[in-house]
T-cell receptor
Framework: GNSVTQMEGPVTLSEEAFLTINCTYTATGYPSLFWYVQYPGEGLQLLLKATKADDKGSNKGFEATYRKETTSFHLEKGSVQVSDSAVYFCALSLNTGNQFYFGTGTSLTVIP | SAVISQKPSRDICQRGTSLTIQCQVDSQVTMMFWYRQQPGQSLTLIATANQGSEATYESGFVIDKFPISRPNLTFSTLTVSNMSPEDSSIYLC??????????????FGPGTRLTVT
C-alpha cells in the first residue's frame, strides 16, 4: 500500500539551530513528494515538492531531497527562526490518482 | 497557485444539528477535495467533489452523513449532518489546478474549526 511515516514530535529547538524532520514512504507507483506546513490557526501551505528521484525541493531556506534508494524525503533547514514554529506534514501523491497520503505531522517549536 | 476561502472559519454546534461549510476558489478548478483533521492528527480524505457529478467518498465516509455539492468550477459545500462530539475537527477544502498535470499538488483552504457540544 501507500503510506508516509514521519518523525514523531514535538520538536523544540533554539533559534539558529539545525533542523531535520525525517520522512519515509512506501508507494505502489512513482510518487511525487511534498512538505506542507500548517501555522497555528491556519490551513496547510505547500512548502516544497519533488517529482522524481534525486530532485531537491527548496523554499524559504528549507530543503528536501527525493531519495528513491532509501524511500526518504527528509526536511532540513540550516538555521531555524521563531517564525518557523508550525506543524510540518510530509505527503505523497501518486500521479495516477487524486489521493494524497499524509504523514501524522511533526510539531516544531523554535524558542528565542 | 489558487486562493481558497472557507466559511465559516469556526463554529460551535449542538449535537444533532447540521452545519454547511462553503469553499470558494478564485479560479476554475477541476478537482476539489474535502479533508478532515481530527485533533492532533493528520488529514483524512473525506471525498472528491467533481463538478457535474456526484462526489466520490472514501472508505468510512457516506453521503448521508457528509453530503457535498459542487454546482460550478469555483465553489463547493460540505454538510456535516446530525453532528456528534466525534465530528469535532478541522474541515479543509483543497483543490488541484486544472492546468497542472504532474505532479498532482493540492492547495488548501484555511479550514473550518468545528466543535460539537
Amino acid at each position: 500500500g501507500n503510506s508516509v511515516t514521519q518523525m514523531e514530535g514535538p520538536v523544540t529547538l533554539s533559534e539558529e539551530a539545525f533542523l531535520t524532520i525525517n520522512c519515509t514512504y512506501t508507494a505502489t507507483g512513482y510518487p511525487s513528494l511534498f512538505w506542507y506546513v500548517q501555522y497555528p490557526g491556519e490551513g496547510l501551505q505547500l512548502l516544497l515538492k519533488a517529482t522524481k528521484a534525486d530532485d531537491k525541493g527548496s523554499n524559504k531556506g528549507f530543503e528536501a531531497t527525493y531519495r528513491k534508494e532509501t524511500t526518504s524525503f527528509h526536511l532540513e533547514k540550516g538555521s531555524v527562526q521563531v517564525s518557523d514554529s508550525a506543524v510540518y506534514f510530509c505527503a505523497l501523491s501518486l500521479n495516477t490518482g487524486n489521493q494524497f497520503y499524509f504523514g501524522t505531522g511533526t510539531s516544531l517549536t523554535v524558542i528565542p | 497557485s489558487a486562493v481558497i476561502s472557507q466559511k465559516p472559519s469556526r463554529d460551535i454546534c449542538q449535537r444533532g444539528t447540521s452545519l454547511t461549510i462553503q469553499c470558494q476558489v478564485d479560479s476554475q478548478v477541476t478537482m476539489m477535495f474535502w479533508y478532515r483533521q481530527q485533533p492532533g492528527q493528520s488529514l483524512t480524505l473525506i471525498a472528491t467533489a467533481n463538478q457535474g457529478s456526484e462526489a466520490t467518498y472514501e472508505s468510512g465516509f457516506v453521503i448521508d452523513k457528509f453530503p457535498i455539492s459542487r454546482p460550478n468550477l469555483t465553489f463547493s459545500t460540505l454538510t456535516v449532518s446530525n453532528m456528534s462530539p466525534e465530528d469535532s475537527s478541522i474541515y479543509l477544502c483543497s483543490v488541484r489546478l486544472a492546468e497542472v498535470v504532474s505532479p498532482y499538488e493540492q492547495y488548501f483552504g484555511p479550514g473550518t474549526r468545528l466543535t460539537v457540544t
